[in-house]
């Protein structure tokens, strides 16, 4: 079968309509925190997060606001998707990450941007191997998980375990020429989210950000990591902290269904 325009999967009118305002809202939103802190809004990006929403909603966004950014959860999901849409759609894989998925998620999506959620040198390791193995394949960026709140429940390294986090940072950059260090990423716990203010600062965030400044201070790093953190219900904040991406998901496809 050959692959046209028509051959993608289309909104319906309605659909598309209140998916367009819903992240054109986003983009104001984020234009009002970036000029009222003085960031420059070339420095804060925003990944739609289209977990277990259908492949309309995201082609409507792609094809009628000229979004190419989308955050995926779920592996098998993600390889689904990622074959129904447009080659050129950047896929950053933003769920939690199993070391027997790695190959996968390497070798099965030419188009991904980014894994977010790497924290052991194993699935670092992984990552980059199968990806070597397949000819002519674009590097990955990666981001780093750092648990900022200490839940016991939440992945990544705990923020201060600076060894560990150097440790990581220095495999990849030493050891996985697939890999692109691209910066560090968070949940914020959902507490820290809730409670704070416009004059009180998320100690998450700020957690992050030092991790930030100790591993590029500790790794003499040519280039700035990116921080990555902030989502719907506590994205103004984040970027108010210096938040480099944003991962919207509820506020742009509305509600989303449990997963099954
Ligand atoms: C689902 C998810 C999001 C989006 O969350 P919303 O609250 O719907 O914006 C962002 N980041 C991660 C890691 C997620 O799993």
Same mark, same amino acid.
């Given at each position: 079968?050959?692959?046209?325009?028509?051959?993608?999967?289309?909104?319906?009118?309605?659909?598309?309509?209140?998916?367009?305002?819903?992240?054109?809202? %986003?983009?104001?939103?984020?234009?009002?925190?970036?000029?009222? /802190?003085? &960031?420059?809004? *070339? $420095?804060?990006?925003? !990944?739609?997060?289209?977990?277990?929403?259908?492949?309309?909603?995201?082609?409507?966004?792609?094809?009628?606001?000229?979004?190419?950014?989308?955050?995926?959860?779920?592996?098998?999901?993600?390889?689904?998707?990622?074959?129904?849409?447009?080659?050129?759609?950047?896929?950053?894989?933003?769920?939690?990450?199993?070391?027997?998925?790695?190959?996968?998620?390497?070798?099965?999506?030419?188009?991904?941007?980014?894994?977010?959620?790497?924290?052991?040198?194993?699935?670092?390791?992984?990552?980059?191997?199968?990806?070597?193995?397949?000819?002519?394949?674009?590097?990955?960026?990666?981001? %780093?998980?750092?648990?900022?709140?200490?839940?016991?429940?939440? /992945?990544? &390294?705990?923020? *201060? $375990?600076?060894?560990? !986090?150097?440790?990581?940072?220095?495999?990849?950059?030493?050891?996985?020429?697939?890999?692109?260090?691209?910066?560090?990423?968070?949940?914020?716990?959902?507490?820290?989210?809730?409670?704070?203010?416009?004059?009180?600062?998320?100690?998450?965030?700020?957690?992050?950000?030092?991790?930030?400044?100790?591993?590029?201070?500790?790794?003499?790093?040519?280039?700035?990591?990116?921080?990555?953190?902030?989502?719907?219900?506590?994205?103004?904040?984040?970027?108010?902290?210096?938040?480099?991406?944003?991962?919207?998901?509820?506020?742009?496809?509305?509600?989303?269904?449990?997963?099954?």
């Amino acid at each position: 079968m050959s692959s046209s325009a028509a051959d993608y999967p289309e909104p319906t009118p309605d659909r598309q309509v209140e998916l367009g305002e819903n992240y054109t809202q %986003i983009l104001k939103e984020m234009t009002q925190v970036t000029s009222a /802190s003085n &960031i420059d809004s *070339n $420095d804060v990006h925003l !990944v739609c997060v289209s977990k277990l929403k259908p492949a309309s909603d995201i082609y409507s966004l792609y094809k009628y606001n000229n979004v190419c950014h989308f955050g995926e959860n779920y592996v098998q999901e993600l390889i689904e998707k990622a074959k129904l849409l447009p080659k050129d759609i950047n896929w950053h894989f933003i769920g939690s990450l199993q070391t027997n998925k790695c190959k996968d998620l390497s070798t099965r999506i030419p188009n991904l941007y980014s894994v977010e959620t790497i924290d052991t040198i194993k699935k670092a390791k992984k990552l980059n191997d199968t990806r070597a193995n397949i000819p002519d394949s674009s590097t990955i960026n990666v981001f %780093i998980q750092i648990n900022t709140s200490s839940e016991s429940q939440k /992945s990544g &390294i705990v923020f *201060n $375990d600076l060894e560990t !986090v150097l440790e990581l940072s220095k495999f990849i950059q030493n050891e996985c020429p697939k890999l692109q260090l691209k910066g560090l990423m968070t949940i914020g716990s959902f507490l820290n989210s809730t409670s704070s203010n416009d004059n009180e600062i998320n100690q998450d965030f700020q957690n992050l950000s030092d991790v930030k400044h100790s591993v590029e201070k500790a790794l003499g790093l040519d280039f700035k990591l990116q921080l990555n953190m902030g989502m719907s219900n506590d994205f103004h904040q984040a970027i108010k902290q210096g938040s480099n991406y944003i991962r919207v998901g509820s506020n742009i496809f509305g509600q989303r269904p449990k997963k099954n």
